[in-house]
C-alpha cells in the first residue's frame, strides 16, 4: 500500500459503566445517586488501519463490538482509551468535521425524518450538510436511481416498507459525497431483492467514486459479494484480520471432494492416504475430506481415477458461513 | 435551519393533534374563567387586583404557556432513549443547536394555530395592555422569556444523558415549575414566604413577569429591572447550558446496537 491508511486505529478499548437500576420507591433518584457500579468492556484493544478505497467487512458474533467500534469511529462515543484517526481527524475531538466527512447508516434506525416525505427527508440533510446545489441535484438523481427510490420519494417514511426505508438511509448517508462510508447492518431483515439492490450501491459508490467503506454485517453473503479484507473481532479483540480466501484457508484448511461412482460398485478405500477420509457416502454419492496442503488434489485424483469408475467428480469450498460458525462456537467454549 | 423547518413540518404532520390541544386549551380556559369569576363572587378587588384584570393574567399566562412551553417540553429525552441522539451527533451541526433550533420551528409552526385563538381570548374577558408602554414591554420581555423556557428545557433534557428514564422526573418538574413560574396562580396572590422562593428561581421570569407587565401589575419603569433580570436568568441557564453540555457530551451512552 505505501501510503497512509484512512483510518488507523490503535489499542482502542472501551468501557461500559452501567449504573445498577435500583428498583422499589423513588428507584429513578435512587438510580441516579447511587454509586454501585458495573463495568464491562465492550471494546478490548483493538487495533487496526484501513486504506484508502477499500471495502472492508467487519464481522463478529452479537456483543462482539462491532457497533461500539463504529460508533467510536462516527465520533459519537468517547472511547476509554486508545487513539483513532479517520482522515486525520480524532472523532470525537472534531465531530462536526468528521461528520463532514463520512457517511454513516445504522440499520436499526433511521436518520430520516419519520413525519416527512423521503423527498424532504433527502432535502433537509442536503441542508444540514450544506451541499452545493448542482451536487445535491446530481446525486439525488443519482441515487434515485441506482436505488429506485422514485416511486416513493414523496411517501412518509414511517409509511415506508424497511427495505425502502433503507434504500432511502442510504441515500442520505452518501448526498454529502462523503470519502468514508459506515455501515452497520444496511442489510438487516431485507429480503433477497432488497439486499441485492443494496449490495450493488454500495459495490458501485466503492467502485466508481473510491470511497472507503467499513461494512458491518451478519450476512456473511455481503461479505463474500463485496468485502476484499475482513476484520473478524469477538469479545472486543480482533481475531483475525485478512481477505476472505485466507481467513477461509486459516480455520479450515480441508476441502471436500465429492465423487459420483456408477450405481452398483464397490465402496471406495483410501488406506493409504492418511490425510483423507471418507465423510459421508449416500446412494452413489461419496464425499472425502482431505488437506490439500498434504495431499495435492492432483494425487487424490489420479490415484482415484486409476483404481475407480469414476462418472463426475467436484471439489466444494468451504462455505464461508460454516467457517464463520465453527469460529464463533469455538470461541464460545 | 434545517431542523426547525423539519420540526415544524412534523408539527403539521400532526397537525389535527394540535387542533384538538386547542380545544383542550379553551375549555380550559373557559374554566379557569369560572373559577376566578366564583373565587371573586361579591368582592370588587382582591389584594387590590379586580377581576377583569385578573382573568386578563390568567387567559394569557394559560395561552402563553400552551404556546410557548408545549407538554412535549424537551425534545431530548425521547431522543436519547430512542437512541436517536446517534444520528443527531453525526450532523456537522451542534446537537444543542439542533435541539434549540427544532424548537423554535415547533414554536413558529404552531403559532398559527395561536393566531387562531386570539378573538377568542377577547370573547372569554382578555384586555388588552393597560397602556402601551406596557403592551410593548411585554413584547419585548416575551423574547427573554421564550429564551428561558427553552434553555430550562434543554438544561432538564440533558439530564437524560445521565439517566434514561426521566418521564416521571419531568411530570414533577413541570408541576412543580408552572406552579412556581406563576401560570397557576399569580404571585401576588401566593404566601409572601412561597413567593420570595419562587423569585428567586428563574421560573416566573418566564411566565409572571411578561403577564404581570401586561396587566399593569409590574409598573411602567419597573418592567425595565424585570426584564434585565429575565436577562440576567438568560446568561445564567446559557452558561449553565453549556457546562452540563461539555460534561454529557463526554457521558454520551447511544441505546441500541
Ligand atoms: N449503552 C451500553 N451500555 C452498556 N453496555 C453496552 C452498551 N452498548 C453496548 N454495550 C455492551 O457492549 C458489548 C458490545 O456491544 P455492541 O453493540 O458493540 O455489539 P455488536 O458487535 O454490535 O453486536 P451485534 O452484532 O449484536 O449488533 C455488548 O456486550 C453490550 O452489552
Ligand atoms: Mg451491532
Given at each position: 500500500?505505501?501510503?497512509?491508511?484512512?483510518?488507523?486505529?490503535?489499542?482502542?478499548?472501551?468501557?461500559?459503566?452501567?449504573?445498577?437500576?435500583?428498583?422499589?420507591?423513588?428507584?429513578?433518584?435512587?438510580?441516579?445517586?447511587?454509586r454501585?457500579?458495573?463495568?464491562?468492556?465492550?471494546?478490548?484493544?483493538?487495533?487496526?488501519?484501513?486504506?484508502?478505497?477499500?471495502?472492508?467487512?467487519?464481522?463478529?458474533?452479537?456483543?462482539?463490538g462491532?457497533?461500539?467500534?463504529?460508533?467510536?469511529?462516527?465520533?459519537?462515543?468517547?472511547?476509554?482509551?486508545?487513539?483513532?484517526?479517520?482522515?486525520?481527524?480524532?472523532?470525537?475531538?472534531?465531530?462536526?468535521?468528521?461528520?463532514?466527512?463520512?457517511?454513516?447508516?445504522?440499520?436499526?434506525?433511521?436518520?430520516?425524518?419519520?413525519?416527512?416525505?423521503?423527498?424532504?427527508?433527502?432535502e433537509?440533510?442536503?441542508?444540514?450538510?450544506?451541499?452545493?446545489?448542482?451536487?445535491?441535484?446530481?446525486?439525488?438523481?443519482?441515487?434515485?436511481?441506482?436505488?429506485?427510490?422514485?416511486?416513493?420519494?414523496?411517501?412518509?417514511?414511517?409509511?415506508?416498507?424497511?427495505?425502502?426505508?433503507?434504500?432511502?438511509?442510504l441515500?442520505?448517508?452518501?448526498?454529502?459525497?462523503?470519502?468514508?462510508?459506515?455501515?452497520?447492518?444496511?442489510?438487516?431483515?431485507?429480503?433477497?431483492?432488497?439486499?441485492?439492490?443494496?449490495?450493488?450501491?454500495?459495490?458501485?459508490?466503492?467502485?466508481?467514486?473510491?470511497?472507503?467503506?467499513?461494512?458491518?454485517?451478519?450476512?456473511?453473503?455481503?461479505?463474500?459479494?463485496?468485502?476484499?479484507?475482513?476484520?473478524?473481532?469477538?469479545?472486543?479483540?480482533?481475531?483475525?484480520?485478512?481477505?476472505?480466501?485466507?481467513?477461509k484457508?486459516?480455520?479450515?484448511?480441508?476441502?471436500?471432494?465429492?465423487?459420483?461412482?456408477?450405481?452398483?460398485?464397490?465402496?471406495?478405500?483410501?488406506?493409504?492416504?492418511?490425510?483423507?477420509?471418507?465423510?459421508?457416502?449416500?446412494?452413489?454419492?461419496?464425499?472425502?475430506?482431505?488437506?490439500?496442503?498434504?495431499?495435492?488434489?492432483?494425487?487424490?485424483?489420479?490415484?482415484?481415477?486409476?483404481?475407480?469408475?469414476?462418472?463426475?467428480?467436484?471439489?466444494?469450498?468451504?462455505?464461508?458461513?460454516?467457517?464463520?460458525?465453527?469460529?464463533?462456537a469455538?470461541?464460545?467454549? | 435551519m434545517?431542523?426547525?423547518?423539519?420540526?415544524a413540518?412534523?408539527?403539521?404532520?400532526?397537525?389535527?393533534?394540535?387542533?384538538?390541544?386547542?380545544?383542550g386549551?379553551?375549555?380550559?380556559?373557559?374554566?379557569?374563567?369560572?373559577?376566578?369569576?366564583?373565587?371573586?363572587?361579591?368582592?370588587?378587588?382582591?389584594?387590590?387586583?379586580n377581576?377583569?384584570?385578573?382573568?386578563?393574567?390568567?387567559?394569557?399566562?394559560?395561552?402563553?404557556?400552551?404556546?410557548?412551553?408545549?407538554?412535549?417540553?424537551?425534545?431530548?429525552?425521547?431522543?436519547?432513549?430512542?437512541?436517536?441522539?446517534?444520528?443527531?451527533?453525526?450532523?456537522?451541526?451542534?446537537?444543542?443547536?439542533?435541539?434549540?433550533?427544532?424548537?423554535?420551528?415547533?414554536?413558529?409552526?404552531?403559532?398559527?394555530?395561536?393566531?387562531?385563538?386570539?378573538?377568542?381570548?377577547?370573547?372569554?374577558?382578555?384586555?388588552?395592555?393597560?397602556?402601551?408602554?406596557?403592551?410593548?414591554?411585554?413584547?419585548?420581555?416575551?423574547?427573554?422569556?421564550?429564551?428561558?423556557?427553552?434553555?430550562?428545557?434543554?438544561?432538564?433534557?440533558?439530564?437524560?444523558?445521565w439517566?434514561?428514564?426521566?418521564?416521571?422526573?419531568?411530570?414533577?418538574?413541570?408541576?412543580?415549575?408552572?406552579?412556581?413560574?406563576?401560570?397557576?396562580?399569580?404571585?401576588?396572590?401566593?404566601?409572601?414566604?412561597?413567593?420570595?422562593?419562587?423569585?428567586?428561581?428563574?421560573?416566573?421570569?418566564?411566565?409572571?413577569t411578561?403577564?404581570?407587565?401586561?396587566?399593569?401589575?409590574?409598573?411602567?419603569?419597573?418592567?425595565?429591572?424585570?426584564?434585565?433580570?429575565?436577562?440576567?436568568?438568560?446568561?445564567?441557564?446559557?452558561?449553565?447550558?453549556?457546562?452540563?453540555?461539555?460534561?454529557?457530551?463526554?457521558?454520551?451512552?447511544?441505546?441500541?446496537?
Amino acid at each position: 500500500m505505501g501510503s497512509e491508511p484512512i483510518i488507523c486505529v490503535e489499542s482502542l478499548v472501551k468501557e461500559f459503566r452501567r449504573t445498577k437500576q435500583q428498583s422499589g420507591r423513588f428507584s429513578a433518584i435512587r438510580t441516579l445517586l447511587t454509586r454501585e457500579r458495573t463495568v464491562s468492556r465492550a471494546v478490548d484493544g483493538i487495533s487496526f488501519g484501513i486504506p484508502e478505497g477499500e471495502l472492508v467487512g467487519y464481522l463478529g458474533p452479537n456483543g462482539a463490538g462491532k457497533s461500539t467500534t463504529i460508533k467510536i469511529l462516527t465520533g459519537i462515543l468517547m472511547p476509554t482509551s486508545g487513539t483513532v484517526h479517520v482522515a486525520g481527524i480524532v472523532p470525537w475531538r472534531e465531530r462536526k468535521r468528521n461528520a463532514a466527512q463520512i457517511g454513516v447508516v445504522f440499520g436499526q434506525r433511521t436518520q430520516l425524518w419519520w413525519d416527512l416525505p423521503l423527498s424532504d427527508s433527502l432535502e433537509l440533510v442536503g441542508r444540514l450538510y450544506e451541499i452545493p446545489p448542482p451536487r445535491f441535484r446530481f446525486n439525488l438523481k443519482l441515487f434515485t436511481e441506482l436505488l429506485e427510490l422514485g416511486p416513493f420519494l414523496s411517501t412518509p417514511v414511517r409509511q415506508l416498507s424497511l427495505g425502502q426505508r433503507m434504500r432511502g438511509d442510504l441515500a442520505a448517508a452518501m448526498l454529502h459525497s462523503p470519502r468514508i462510508l459506515f455501515l452497520d447492518e444496511p442489510t438487516i431483515g431485507l429480503d433477497v431483492v432488497a439486499k441485492e439492490r443494496i449490495r450493488s450501491f454500495i459495490y458501485e459508490l466503492n467502485k466508481e467514486q473510491g470511497t472507503t467503506v467499513i461494512l458491518t454485517t451478519h450476512d456473511l453473503d455481503d461479505v463474500e459479494r463485496l468485502c476484499q479484507r475482513v476484520l473478524l473481532i469477538t469479545d472486543g479483540s480482533v481475531l483475525f484480520e485478512g481477505d476472505v480466501e485466507s481467513l477461509k484457508n486459516m480455520h479450515t484448511r480441508e476441502r471436500d471432494l465429492i465423487i459420483r461412482l456408477p450405481p452398483g460398485s464397490e465402496s471406495i478405500e483410501l488406506a493409504n492416504f492418511a490425510s483423507a477420509r471418507i465423510v459421508d457416502e449416500s446412494g452413489d454419492l461419496t464425499r472425502v475430506r482431505f488437506n490439500p496442503q498434504s495431499l495435492p488434489i492432483t494425487e487424490l485424483v489420479s490415484f482415484l481415477l486409476s483404481k475407480y469408475a469414476i462418472v463426475d467428480f467436484s471439489v466444494k469450498e468451504p462455505e464461508l458461513e460454516e467457517v464463520v460458525r465453527n469460529i464463533y462456537a469455538a470461541r464460545s467454549l | 435551519m434545517a431542523c426547525g423547518v423539519a420540526q415544524a413540518k412534523t408539527v403539521f404532520a400532526y397537525r389535527f393533534d394540535y387542533v384538538t390541544s386547542l380545544l383542550g386549551l379553551l375549555f380550559q380556559l373557559y374554566v379557569l374563567r369560572a373559577v376566578w369569576s366564583s373565587i371573586y363572587r361579591g368582592h370588587d378587588s382582591v389584594s387590590g387586583v379586580n377581576l377583569s384584570t385578573m382573568v386578563t393574567y390568567a387567559t394569557l399566562a394559560s395561552f402563553q404557556n400552551w404556546l410557548l412551553n408545549p407538554w412535549q417540553f424537551s425534545l431530548i429525552p425521547d431522543r436519547v432513549r430512542e437512541g436517536r441522539v446517534a444520528v443527531d451527533l453525526v450532523r456537522p451541526v451542534g446537537f444543542v443547536t439542533q435541539v434549540v433550533v427544532a424548537q423554535v420551528g415547533r414554536t413558529a409552526a404552531t403559532l398559527p394555530f395561536g393566531l387562531l385563538l386570539v378573538p377568542a381570548l377577547a370573547i372569554l374577558g382578555a384586555r388588552t395592555p393597560v397602556s402601551a408602554t406596557a403592551g410593548f414591554e411585554y413584547a419585548l420581555s416575551l423574547v427573554p422569556a421564550y429564551a428561558i423556557i427553552t434553555l430550562l428545557s434543554v438544561v432538564v433534557g440533558m439530564v437524560s444523558f445521565w439517566t434514561i428514564e426521566l418521564n416521571g422526573m419531568i411530570v414533577i418538574y413541570w408541576m412543580i415549575s408552572q406552579f412556581l413560574s406563576g401560570t397557576m396562580v399569580p404571585l401576588w396572590f401566593m404566601p409572601s414566604l412561597l413567593r420570595d422562593f419562587a423569585k428567586i428561581l428563574p421560573f416566573q421570569a418566564f411566565s409572571y413577569t411578561p403577564n404581570a407587565i401586561y396587566v399593569g401589575q409590574i409598573g411602567a419603569a419597573d418592567a425595565i429591572g424585570a426584564i434585565a433580570i429575565q436577562l440576567v436568568w438568560v446568561a445564567l441557564l446559557y452558561v449553565l447550558c453549556v457546562l452540563i453540555w461539555r460534561r454529557a457530551i463526554r457521558r454520551v451512552v447511544i441505546q441500541g446496537g
